[in-house]
């Protein structure tokens, strides 16, 4: 049997699924020309249009195929006549020799957000189906991923600042598919998704020849993101008690609470504030975890220990979760009145009249401030361990170190005062993110 279309009033419902949203809706969505995501262009563009909002397509050019900008193109073609606004944000740099669509994806996000902030809109769609809803689910069970992993995708999710909404979690390809064939819309092949050296590529003939229906898988999906949800507010509610974010960039854990609280809901917990601190996308192996949570709650002194990009120490019977220096970004360029992203953790933004070049920002590391008495003076007001202070971002002119903003050190010859340089700890994932929320 033929899979019905996706009409406007049932587009209407999945959004509101994914909602709220305010009058006169912001909205981009990243498509790649093939049937799911153009599919989903297409609607929420006439779902935007309808409500008086603004909408733009985005496609990334990740430089991998030689085919990608002429089908970057003719997708450019397609939406142009439809008025829908196509921007083309192109990956430069170099590219991965293994891990492809793993890195490729992480690019891909990365590029999204940045161009999300830049144009301030909030609400970014992906057109995930029922279909990749199964996929997720399956490849995770094998590769042994835990309770929280088997949620699969949820319908909404922050990320980098930014909202990633899947409104079409609970519709199939083969709907999506109907809605272009409706419309009389082509769509662009993508053959990487024939390639069998992607796991996914094999779960998915699998799952399309074997005696499982996507439909049940992703509905197993389903059930267990409800129970995450549960857990995600518990965690968020303990979170509230025993964890307090400094706005420099670390995390402070009150250590005796955690004895007293449930061992689940501290794993989950400890594993949020690694990832908020650390900057990773996922969190670290639940059994590194679970040793990490195991020695916390013993009573005795603790070990400091570096886990998922951070450093964990013992100080005044609290621990400190901070960034592990050796693990920072490298050093990125300021350029006047523009906001510069670094180590993926700080949003850095220097003031559009300041006039001084060659500005960089980096790590504190163990370099030493010009004068002794200043340096020895602030690192006493911000009562701070050398390692918080060492991975806290400073800015050099060329060699010469000219602010440690946290500190409130600054070279009053290149950088006047505080107003000139605004730096905030924006972390790809929050300490309490938005509740786990299933189609």
């Not at 980098?160 to 519709?171: E, F, K, N």
Request: net charge positive.
């Amino acid at each position: 049997m033929r899979a019905s279309a996706i009409d406007a009033a049932h587009f209407a419902e999945l959004m509101a699924k994914v909602g709220p949203f305010g009058a006169r809706p912001r909205l981009a969505v990243a498509t790649s020309g093939g049937a799911d995501s153009l599919a989903l262009c297409l609607l929420a563009a006439a779902w935007t249009r309808h409500r008086s909002g603004t909408f733009t397509a985005l496609t990334i050019d990740h430089g991998l195929r030689s085919d990608a900008v002429a089908e970057a193109l003719a997708l450019g073609d397609w939406l142009e006549k439809r008025s829908i606004a196509h921007r083309i944000i192109r990956w430069h740099g170099d590219k991965p020799t293994s891990s492809s669509q793993r890195a490729a994806r992480e690019a891909r996000y990365r590029l999204l957000s940045g161009w999300c902030r830049e144009h301030h809109v909030v609400h970014l769609l992906l057109g995930h189906q029922r279909d990749d809803q199964a996929e997720t689910l399956m490849l995770r069970l094998t590769r042994g991923s835990g309770f929280d992993g088997l949620a699969a995708m949820p319908s909404v999710v922050e990320r980098d600042g930014v909202r990633y909404l899947r409104p079409c979690l609970s519709a199939s390809h083969a709907e999506l598919v109907t809605t272009l064939e409706q419309g009389k819309q082509p769509w662009i092949e993508d053959p990487s998704n024939r390639d069998h050296r992607y796991a996914r590529v094999r779960l998915r003939t699998q799952l399309t020849r074997g005696a499982l229906a996507s439909k049940d898988v992703a509905e197993a999906a389903r059930s267990i993101g409800l129970v995450r949800a549960e857990r995600d507010v518990a965690t968020s509610e303990l979170l509230a008690k025993v964890a307090e974010i400094d706005p420099r960039g670390f995390c402070r854990l009150h250590r005796q609470s955690t004895r007293t609280s449930d061992a689940d809901a501290i794993r989950s917990a400890v594993a949020r504030i690694i990832m908020c601190i650390g900057g990773r996308t996922y969190a670290p192996r639940r059994a590194r975890i679970d040793n990490l949570v195991a020695d916390i709650r013993a009573d005795r002194a603790f070990s400091a220990r570096t886990l998922g990009g951070c450093s964990i120490v013992q100080r005044d019977g609290d621990l400190i979760v901070c960034r592990e220096v050796g693990r920072v970004g490298d050093a990125a360029r300021l350029v006047a009145g523009e906001t510069t992203r670094w180590d993926d953790r700080y949003d850095i933004k220097l003031n559009a009249v300041t006039c001084v070049k060659g500005l960089t920002v980096a790590a504190y590391g163990n370099n030493r401030w010009s004068d002794d008495r200043a340096e020895i003076y602030a690192r006493t007001r911000a009562n701070l361990a050398q390692v918080v202070i060492a991975p806290l971002p400073a800015v050099y002119r060329g060699t010469k170190l000219v602010a440690v903003p946290h500190l409130g050190l600054y070279d009053q010859e290149t950088i006047v005062n505080t107003r000139a340089l605004q730096v905030v700890f924006a972390p790809r994932h929050s300490l309490t993110p938005a509740r786990f929320l299933v189609a």
